[in-house]
């Protein structure tokens, strides 16, 4: 159960390079024991933040505040933090051992409490007979936990994840990215994780912070994220989604050409331009009924082969141009027979539709 004091609070915190503006009036709170992930594609202030965090890029305005503890102004030796970057950043001329041990070292601990951590530190991250090896003699996957076992030598109470990933190939990735949730897990260590990768988002962290030009666009839990997008920016950048220009019929309806269809709301008057948001995973083709909301006639365009499942193009008979990206599973194709050319009928639920204004196009990733 966590305090409801937050381990973390940053507070109307902006941040500047000459005329250009990297983190504008952020506001955020983090309680104990969290996984956060800072997701967003480069250069949208995911990582200025977290160096900012650690006093590594201190902030122009706005308070941190690390465990009630105002850190604005603090170096880095005076905030409670471990961290861990891309590159690992291991002493290539210390061993192992000495490596996880350099900051108790720094602390002046006593050698037989330094050796028993270690000994602790490189159990829990798996490579118990690592000790005396130098990095050069490990993969990049076991350099990443070495690096890991450093940051939490000290026992921070917070710990920072620099795209720590990034570097390594994908399986290790999956494998290393499992690990250290588990980890997380055990320890209770309040986590940010720097990433690019949505993916990798929504697997490890309790809540997602999505940031876009020095901005948090949405924080919410995995799923919130995924389902319920507060702005076609999330909408677009987190997984697929289908934007279709539309026009409102009234507060629960949308026209696409001669296609009508019901959402849960348009906050828009009759007749206004809206852009329609969908996932391709939503769009359903079995048990449907012709002349039932929501479900209407179309036509199987390209289809490609992405392994579990097929990503279809259809275009709806009602509204010919209009392109929507349909995921169907292996066993749908099988016993649907589904291929190009094929007319059958599509169903979208309401409660997935997602409507925003025209004028706010969904970004770039």
Do not use: W
Not at 15 to 22: I, L, V
Not at 100 to 106: K, M, R
Not at 120 to 127: D, F, K, P, T
Not at 217 to 237: H, N
């Amino acid at each position: 159960m966590t305090s409801p004091e937050p381990m973390l609070r940053i507070a109307r915190l902006s941040k500047r390079f000459g005329a250009f503006t990297a983190l504008r009036d952020i506001e955020l709170s983090i309680a104990r024991g969290e996984f956060v992930c800072f997701l967003g594609p480069s250069g949208c202030g995911k990582t200025t933040l977290l160096r900012a965090i650690a006093g590594l890029d201190p902030q122009d305005e706005g308070v941190i505040e690390l465990a009630g503890r105002d850190v604005s102004r603090a170096p880095p030796a005076e905030r409670d933090f471990g961290i861990v970057f891309q590159s690992y950043a291991l002493f290539p001329n210390l061993t192992i051992g000495d490596n996880i041990a350099y900051g108790l070292v720094n602390r002046g601990r006593p050698r037989a409490e330094i050796d028993r951590r270690v000994e602790e530190l490189l159990a829990l991250v798996g490579l118990p007979e690592q000790r005396r090896k130098y990095p050069v003699q490990l993969s990049g996957g076991q350099q990443q936990r070495v690096a890991l076992a450093r940051a939490l030598a000290t026992s921070p109470g917070l710990l920072l994840l620099d795209e720590p990933l990034s570097a390594l190939d994908a399986r290790v990735r999956i494998r290393l990215r499992d690990e250290i949730r588990g980890l997380q897990k055990r320890l209770g260590v309040t986590t940010i994780m720097v990433t690019h990768d949505q993916e990798e988002a929504l697997a490890m962290a309790d809540r997602i912070v999505v940031m876009n030009h020095g901005v948090i666009e949405q924080i919410g839990a995995p799923e919130e994220i995924y389902r319920q997008p507060a702005t076609p920016f999330v909408a677009d950048f987190v997984g697929h989604m289908t934007f279709l220009d539309a026009v409102s019929t009234g507060p629960r309806g949308v026209r696409i050409g001669g296609l009508e269809l019901h959402v849960r709301e348009t906050n828009a008057p009759a007749g206004a331009p809206v852009r329609l948001a969908m996932r391709p995973e939503e769009v359903r083709t079995r048990d449907l009924v012709e002349g039932e909301a929501n479900v209407f006639r179309g036509r199987v365009g390209a289809l490609a082969f992405l392994g579990a499942f097929c990503r279809a193009r259809v275009e709806p008979v009602q509204s010919p141009g209009a392109a929507i990206t349909a995921d169907f599973s292996a066993n749908a194709m099988r016993d649907l027979a589904i291929a190009t050319g094929q007319e059958r009928l599509f169903g979208l639920s309401e409660a997935t539709l997602r409507v925003f204004p025209a004028r706010a196009e969904p970004a770039a990733s």
